[in-house]
């Protein structure tokens, strides 16, 4: 086995042992098996900190883009760093490269609960064709700006 499988089948194991106190549903634990097998597919950039300290690294970055330390401080860095007695500040500095590995942004679907989607404030506004990001709703859509339908090679080859 190498030694990204040997981490990741470590941190899902350490992950699985903790999370129940966590209130966590089946999304949330698919998502978060998905945020840790994306990491550990990476050749590069796979940080070396203690395994403890990743698995809180992992849950903290999960609930940084599903908005869970809102509303439960368990959620929070410093709360995820005391259930796996990890050290916050070394907790956020793996966030961040997990983070960075994966350009994992705002409301992300790749790790996103279908919940947090739908409230995607992101998905209100679009760009005009002037450059002006707009409310949607402030457009008539349908009629103003037909949507482009994709070509095709013989669509190009048609026109010669």
């Keep these: 086995m190498n030694k990204n499988?040997?981490?990741?089948?470590?941190?899902?194991?350490i992950i699985s042992e903790r999370i129940y106190s966590l209130n966590t549903s089946?999304?949330?634990?698919?998502?978060?098996n998905n945020l840790v097998d994306s990491y550990y597919r990476k050749r590069i950039g796979i940080s070396n900190s203690a395994p403890e300290t990743m698995a809180a690294a992992f849950l903290w970055a999960y609930s940084k883009s599903n908005f869970l330390w809102e509303g439960d401080k368990r959620w929070s860095c410093q709360g995820l760093a005391g259930l796996f007695n990890a050290n916050p500040k070394t907790v956020g500095d793996a966030t961040s490269k997990i983070i960075r590995a994966l350009r994992i942004g705002y409301w992300d679907k790749r790790f996103c609960k279908q919940s947090v989607m739908k409230d995607n404030p992101l998905?209100?506004?679009m760009m005009s064709p002037s450059g002006f990001i707009v409310p949607k709703?402030?457009?008539?859509?349908?009629s103003q700006y037909p949507e482009k339908q994709r070509k095709t090679k013989e669509d190009y080859?048609?026109?010669r």
């Design 123 to 125: 998905d209100k506004f």
């Design 26 to 32: 089946e999304e949330d634990i698919f998502l978060i």
């Design 137 to 142: 709703e402030s457009l008539n859509i349908s």
């Design 5 to 13: 499988k040997e981490k990741k089948t470590i941190i899902n194991a």
């Design 157 to 159: 080859l048609m026109r």
